[in-house]
């Protein structure tokens, strides 16, 4: 799971079922963590704190649902959030029940997901589920980390080389992520943090060090797809070019991962 209550996964909804299954482990420790500024700034943004979808620590009651049971079991526990899984076989009104009910929700949050979604299915249950009026959906995701040091640019280039070779394993639905979300389909209402077509700059800093930088690449769906192909896109040549530019294997460096947010309601 990325971060604190932070990933969702929807029965029938996502596109890719299990892609994220056998690097559950990397994708929680090489994933960033998102800043508690961003939930206390769309907490602030619902009426009522009854209940959040995938959303913890402002709200008396939390459901985080992923279509992966791996992803589950790596989720960070809290007293106030129950982990659901939610099967392909799982019908739309039987989710709707599961959450809490149509007109139910206060917040709902997808991160670094919604772009896997079948969005016109995923949008539907939002717009059921979601308290009216109050009722928040914020979706967010990053696509790329600079550092604040004088080798960023011999890193950028590593890595720009690393995506390049990985473009051909990605699904089609990974550009939303790597436009910004800039051409992502968002039918809902601003409440000024971003809208269909101008989503929200943000940042996500994290202290990160070369085996997280090798946790991150492992965790991405491409390099999966790649080797299930018979292509190993994190080689040892690879690995050892990536050492090189970040300075060593011992390095910890400063990295801001550019991040982008829409937020919105029915």
């Keep these: ?14 596109r890719v079922a299990g892609l994220f299954d056998k690097q559950a482990e990397d994708y929680l420790v090489g994933r960033p963590t998102y800043p508690k500024e961003w939930y206390s700034m769309l907490a602030a943004l619902t009426p009522k704190h009854s209940l959040a979808w995938d959303l913890g620590e402002h709200y008396e009651q939390v459901i985080g649902t992923d279509i992966s049971e791996s992803q589950l079991k790596s989720a960070l526990q809290h007293p106030r959030v129950g982990y659901v899984h939610t099967p392909m076989t799982m019908s739309d009104d039987e989710l709707v029940d599961l959450i809490g009910g149509e007109n139910s929700v206060d917040l709902v949050t997808v991160a670094e997901a919604v772009h896997w979604f079948d969005l016109p299915k995923f949008y539907s249950l939002v717009k059921r589920v979601l ?23 011999e890193i950028e280039d590593v890595l720009k080389r690393f995506y390049e070779a990985s473009k051909p394993f990605w699904d089609p639905k990974r550009e ?85 947010m829409l937020a919105g309601k029915v």
């Design 1 to 14: 799971m990325a971060g604190l209550f932070t990933y969702i996964c929807f029965p029938a909804v996502l």
């Design 131 to 153: 308290r009216k009026p109050g009722g928040v959906i914020a979706v967010w995701g990053y696509n790329a980390c600079v550092t604040s040091t004088v080798t960023h640019a």
């Design 176 to 260: 939303y992520l790597w436009e910004g979300y800039r051409t992502l389909p968002f039918p809902f209402e601003s409440i000024g943090l971003g809208s269909e077509g101008q989503p929200v700059a943000l940042e996500i800093p994290k202290e990160v060090s070369f085996e997280g930088v090798l946790r991150m690449l492992r965790s991405s769906s491409s390099v999966h797809t790649a080797k299930d192909q018979g292509v190993d896109l994190l080689s040892q040549e690879v690995i050892e070019e990536i050492q090189r530019a970040w300075g060593g294997p011992n390095v910890v460096r400063n990295v801001t991962f550019k991040a982008f």
